[in-house]
């Protein structure tokens, strides 16, 4: 379980989130969504405790940063090392130390290559797998599917699934709906920095179609296509 009680982000002037509470529990997936700048990034920043915000966040596992994954849009790699040696470094962190890596390349990324010279796709499934790998509890995933082939994307949304068999708390955002649909238990919609709906699987359709009615509009009249 992870609790966000109030919680708010600002930069200068500008309010990112503002009293946001929400409740995730073991065994769920939970969709994000919401147009660009709606602080979905900054939300998951937050939780994960790597963005310094107002309100609380707490976990059933503590410290949460010790039992949570966190995938980023564009994970973060030094400039002089391997694949392998990513994924050895962050399954030490959490002294995970006879991990057969090979074995479990379910990606088949080229593991002794620098991670610098990855395609952003692949990048994105070696930040993945080394998370994984460390066994987490919670995981957070900000567009995990952007980037990636669509066979490893129906890879990512298996695993995610299995992730919630066993019991974990995910969270995923995306700008893809229909795959958010296949696999999460309830969806949040963020506009300008707060939830302004939960919505349950049966609710999903209904959604969408008030997503594409807002965002859509009459835009593409205006366009006057020929």
């Known amino acids: 379980m992870i609790r966000v009680d109030e919680l708010s982000k ?14 995730f529990t073991k065994g769920r997936i939970y969709g994000i969504v919401g147009e660009n700048g709606a602080g979905k990034t900054t939300l998951f920043k937050c939780i994960a405790g790597l963005e310094p915000c107002e309100g609380v966040v707490t976990s059933d596992l503590t410290p949460l940063k010790n039992n949570l994954g966190l995938l980023l849009t564009e994970p973060f790699f030094f400039s002089k090392i391997t694949g392998k040696e990513y994924i050895r470094l962050l399954c030490n962190a959490r002294k995970k130390e006879n991990v057969d890596i090979d074995a479990r ?10 991670a610098s010279t990855y ?11 080394a998370i994984l790998l460390q066994e987490n509890e919670y995981f957070i995933l900000d567009e995990p599917f952007n980037g990636v082939d ?32 296949d696999i999460c238990d309830e969806i949040y919609l963020l506009k300008k920095g707060a939830p302004i709906k939960a919505v349950q699987k049966d609710g999903f359709k209904d959604l969408e179609r008030e997503m594409k009615a807002g965002t859509i509009g009459n835009k593409i009249d205006q366009l006057k296509l020929k």
């Open 119 to 129: 395609s952003t796709g692949m990048k994105k499934k070696l930040a993945l797998t």
């Open 10 to 23: 600002s930069y200068g002037k500008n309010m990112v989130l503002s009293g946001i509470s929400l409740e």
């Open 105 to 114: 390349n379910i990606f088949e990324l080229p593991l002794n290559q620098y």
């Open 150 to 181: 669509i066979q490893s994307n129906l890879v990512l949304t298996e695993v995610i699934l299995k992730l919630k068999d066993l019991g974990k708390t995910v969270l995923v955002s995306s700008h893809i709906f229909s795959t958010l649909a």
